[in-house]
């Protein structure tokens, strides 16, 4: 399997200079969402003291034309910062900047979904809308295939796979660890990982998140699993369909709850959710992956633990339909419900802001209403 020759670069010789100090000076990496909607980009610069808040960070910019997201006549972009947290890779009191992007005009960039969800976040903040995304990825080699499968085969069936153990049936554990520990450590709320039905699949949980910080914070452990992997040779994708075939997909199962929901008797709030979910299928398929749909075409097929692309359902325990309700949610007659909709390419912001205009803004129709 292919591996990237930045990995055979020495660690030791690496550490030595990793170890040295660095007085009161601080190393903040920017990271932000490119052109095309998925890809993430960042670059570093010193600060004179450790930054406490966003507010004592600095704007920045870039070339917009090297990202896909403005031409070169005209391609200084801002880097606005949104969220920090702590750098695993440099350590403390290093930090990793989370950013919104704007155009030269100030105005958000296409890419930037970030700026529409805050404001619809903050329209609803009293029903405490509560988030929590499951994020299924495939670990490949730099040459696309995927890791530990065979170099001109298959491995065995689908079965003995998910949440499974033992060197046959879990492929690049290492890296799962590795990233689950780097999460904590930067404060990303990362709340389970398991292995999964795919060989080379995996999956991350995030969550519970009020409002923006679900999109903060998923996207925030995607850098970070995108640099775990990086140090390890190999790449993360979260193409929703990697594999062709008699294979499983990966999406970005997104389960959402409000106060209402959560208390005695939010079962009937939950199914009025559902049911303006249901009216409204297609604005929602259009918003969960970065391509209107596309992506997620390739894997909403009814097979393989997903519903028809074309048709809604919801139902109890039924990981074949488009809406999940737990069955212990059904027995208590409060809780959350699962949107298994999304893709694992989905934008968390664009989900979760689609959900919050549906649900909690009545919005119908395929197109977001502008407030």
């Given at each position: 399997?292919?591996?990237?020759?930045?990995?055979?670069?020495?660690?030791?010789?690496?550490?030595?200079?990793?170890?040295?100090?660095?007085?009161?000076?601080?190393?903040?990496?920017?990271?932000?969402?490119?052109?095309?909607?998925?890809?993430?980009?960042?670059?570093?610069?010193?600060?004179?003291?450790?930054?406490?808040?966003?507010?004592?960070?600095?704007?920045?910019?870039?070339?917009?034309?090297?990202?896909?997201?403005?031409?070169?006549?005209?391609?200084?972009?801002?880097?606005?910062?949104?969220?920090?947290?702590?750098?695993?890779?440099?350590?403390?009191?290093?930090?990793?900047?989370?950013?919104?992007v704007l155009k030269y005009n100030r105005k958000p960039a296409e890419t930037n979904?970030?700026?529409?969800?805050?404001?619809?976040?903050?329209?609803i903040d009293h029903q405490m809308p509560w988030f929590g995304m499951e994020q299924e990825y495939t670990i490949l080699g730099t040459d696309g295939h995927p890791f530990g499968w065979p170099s001109n085969g298959f491995p065995g069936p689908q079965g003995p796979y998910y949440c499974g153990v033992g060197a046959?049936?879990?492929?690049?554990?290492?890296?799962?660890?590795?990233?689950?520990?780097?999460?904590l450590y930067a404060g990303v709320k990362i709340c389970g990982t398991n292995a999964e039905v795919m060989p080379a699949q995996w999956e991350f949980q995030i969550g519970p998140c009020e409002g923006i910080r679900m999109g903060d914070h998923l996207w925030a452990a995607r850098f970070i699993l995108h640099r775990v992997c990086e140090d390890f040779g190999v790449v993360a994708s979260?193409?929703?369909?990697?594999?062709?075939?008699?294979?499983?997909?990966?999406?970005?199962?997104?389960?959402f709850s409000t106060k209402e929901m959560r208390e005695d008797g939010g079962l009937?709030?939950?199914?009025?959710?559902?049911?303006?979910?249901?009216?409204?299928?297609?604005y929602h398929i259009r918003a969960y992956d970065p391509k209107g749909g596309l992506d997620n075409a390739r894997r909403l097929t009814g097979h393989h633990e997903t519903s028809n692309i074309h048709e809604f359902s919801a139902g109890v325990a039924n990981r074949g339909a488009s809406i999940r309700i737990p069955r212990?949610?059904?027995?208590?007659?409060?809780?959350?419900?699962?949107?298994?909709?999304?893709?694992?390419?989905?934008?968390?912001?664009?989900?979760?802001?689609?959900?919050?205009?549906?649900?909690?803004l009545d919005e119908e129709g395929d197109e977001p209403v502008d407030y």
């Open positions: 399997m292919a591996m990237s020759a930045s990995a055979q670069l020495s660690k030791v010789v690496k550490r030595q200079y990793m170890e040295l100090p660095q007085g009161d000076q601080v190393q903040a990496m920017y990271v932000w969402i490119d052109g095309t909607g998925e890809g993430l980009r960042c670059k570093t610069r010193t600060l004179d003291s450790e930054p406490k808040s966003i507010e004592d960070l600095p704007e920045w910019n870039f070339d917009g034309s090297s990202t896909y997201q403005s031409e070169g006549s005209n391609s200084d972009m801002y880097l606005i910062p949104s969220a920090m947290f702590r750098d695993p890779f440099r350590k403390d009191p290093n930090k990793l900047v989370l950013c919104e979904h970030r700026h529409t969800c805050k404001k619809i976040m903050e329209m046959d049936k879990a492929y690049g554990r290492d890296i799962v660890e590795a990233h689950y520990r780097a999460c979260f193409d929703p369909k990697p594999i062709p075939g008699n294979w499983n997909g990966a999406g970005c199962h997104t389960n009937k709030c939950i199914e009025e959710c559902i049911d303006k979910l249901g009216k409204r299928h297609n212990t949610v059904g027995q208590e007659k409060k809780g959350y419900f699962e949107d298994r909709r999304p893709s694992a390419n989905c934008d968390p912001y664009a989900v979760t802001e689609a959900l919050i205009r549906t649900c909690l």
